[in-house]
């Protein structure tokens, strides 16, 4: 086989084909006394793990139905402490592998070395708890977070994060999980210090007129932080919420009859902001037939097909205004970025870029099927490098936002 043919071929497997990440998986332990320490400076992750099986050699947690603080009994149970390196609010979010599996969680403040047989007799409380339903059917993420007044939750129907929790330098706690239903999956745990935000801004149309739009602030998970609508008169707006330090957020603007707008917003600028961002303008265009709009956070992995992080937003957005225009049609189009590829004597490799490209394009498509729209109102095109944002990029930043992905309006 001649070799540039052997080449391409392996080229082109790698934009076409699902990439394989592999991973190993953090171990969990089901007793107290072998509870494993979670990292936790500005941050702390742990996970994803293997499966908690069972409840190790002894069952710490066991109470009666219906209690607030405790489990009824542990089933499949993972045991965590961490230390608190300085004063703030302590948020927590449990992701489960699997979201049919319900963790429910019980956090301790941790006394002294008799603190796990301590626990076997009850002697001590914990200081937060949520054994409500989280698995079968929703995203089965847990924690703690500011949003929540409540500090505990009984098992049954229940909301799936309490109250966050004021911390102390020195401290330590323990943390177990337990998941209710067998032969289940892993879980990840991500701790964070959190920070009220204040964002404020105004909304105006394409016309330069304030319009009343949807304002809402998503975590890179996509879950909402929190939400509000801009004046119809003004057009401004006042957004609160809390946020986890070191973490990026997005903005999302939406109108029914406008394209929607996504704003990054970095974890250093509310750092440097002191987590309050004014005066933010953000202007909606009009949905037009044949107009074409830049979704400036769908951008990509180099050389991939495999959307960014900071996409997702974006991606959610998009479809969300397709359900509110169910006569909307659209062709989304791919680019790329001509560093991605090697010289353009090397015919072989131009035909690569073109197909990383249109996969691109493919790879929103796929999602928007995935989330119920329908595909013939939807059509797709690779671009190559052709249209760069810029043609000679001069840094990361501005090479990124050539591998993107524009809507066009085909019929609205």
């Known amino acids: 086989m001649d070799i540039k043919l052997f080449l391409l071929i392996i080229a082109l497997s790698a934009i076409m084909a699902p990439t394989i990440w592999a991973q190993s998986l953090s171990p969990v332990a089901c007793d107290c006394n072998k509870a494993i320490k979670i990292p936790f400076g500005q941050n702390g992750s742990y996970g994803p793990t293997v499966p908690p099986n069972g409840y190790g050699k002894v069952p710490e947690i066991k109470s009666s139905k219906n209690d607030i603080y405790f489990f009824e009994r542990e089933h499949n149970s993972a045991w965590y402490f961490f230390d608190i390196k300085h004063d703030g609010v302590l948020a927590m979010t449990i992701t489960p592998v699997n979201p049919n599996d319900d963790y429910d969680f019980l956090l301790f403040k941790y006394t002294d070395s008799c603190f796990c047989n301590?626990?076997?007799?009850?002697?001590?409380?914990?200081?937060?708890?949520?054994?409500?339903?989280?698995?079968?059917g929703g995203p089965g993420i847990t924690g703690l977070n500011?949003?929540?007044?409540?500090?505990?939750?009984?098992?049954?129907?229940?909301?799936?994060?309490?109250?966050?929790?004021?911390?102390?330098?020195?401290?330590?706690?323990?943390?177990?999980?337990?998941?209710?239903?067998?032969?289940?999956?892993?879980?990840?745990?991500?701790?964070?210090?959190?920070?009220?935000?204040?964002?404020?801004?105004?909304?105006?149309?394409?016309?330069?007129?304030?319009?009343?739009?949807?304002?809402?602030?998503?975590?890179?998970?996509?879950?909402?932080?929190?939400?509000?609508?801009?004046?119809?008169?003004?057009?401004?707006?006042?957004?609160?919420?809390?946020?986890i330090v070191n973490k990026n957020y997005s903005v999302v603007y939406f109108e029914d009859s406008s394209f929607v707008q996504i704003r990054e917003i970095k974890s250093e600028d509310l750092i440097k902001d002191n987590y309050t961002i004014g005066n933010l303008k953000t202007v909606l265009p009009r949905l037009r037939k044949g107009k074409k709009y830049p979704l400036g956070?769908?951008?990509?992995?180099?050389?991939?097909?495999?959307?960014?992080?900071?996409?997702?937003?974006?991606?959610?957005?998009?479809?969300?205004?397709?359900?509110?225009?169910?006569?909307?049609?659209?062709?989304?189009?791919?680019?790329?970025?001509?560093?991605?590829?090697?010289?353009?004597?090397?015919s072989s490799?131009?035909?690569?870029?073109?197909?990383?490209?249109?996969?691109?394009?493919?790879?929103?498509?796929?999602?928007?099927?995935?989330?119920?729209?329908?595909?013939?109102r939807m059509s797709t095109i690779g671009f190559g490098e052709k249209f760069m944002l810029f043609p000679d990029p001069k840094n990361n930043e501005e090479a990124m936002q050539n591998m993107r992905v524009e809507i066009e309006v085909i019929n609205y």
Do not use: W
């Not at 076997?120 to 949520?130: A, D, F, H, L, S």
């Not at 997702?312 to 205004?321: E, I, T, V």
């Open 118 to 136: 301590d626990l076997i007799k009850k002697k001590i409380m914990p200081v937060r708890t949520n054994i409500s339903r989280t698995g079968k």
């Open 146 to 243: 500011n949003q929540e007044k409540n500090s505990f939750f009984s098992a049954g129907i229940g909301k799936p994060f309490s109250k966050s929790i004021d911390v102390k330098n020195g401290e330590e706690y323990y943390l177990v999980l337990d998941n209710v239903y067998p032969n289940g999956n892993g879980h990840t745990i991500e701790l964070g210090y959190e920070k009220k935000v204040q964002i404020t801004g105004i909304v105006l149309n394409g016309e330069n007129k304030p319009v009343k739009a949807e304002v809402s602030m998503e975590d890179y998970r996509g879950s909402e932080v929190t939400k509000t609508v801009s004046d119809s008169i003004t057009g401004k707006y006042i957004l609160n919420g809390s946020v």
């Open 297 to 346: 956070t769908i951008n990509f992995f180099p050389g991939s097909s495999r959307p960014l992080p900071t996409a997702y937003p974006s991606m959610r957005a998009l479809c969300k205004l397709m359900k509110k225009n169910p006569e909307m049609v659209i062709q989304i189009q791919g680019h790329v970025n001509g560093t991605e590829h090697s010289p353009e004597s090397d």
């Open 349 to 376: 490799y131009q035909f690569i870029i073109q197909k990383l490209s249109e996969q691109r394009a493919k790879t929103i498509f796929d999602y928007l099927i995935e989330k119920g729209i329908d595909r013939q």
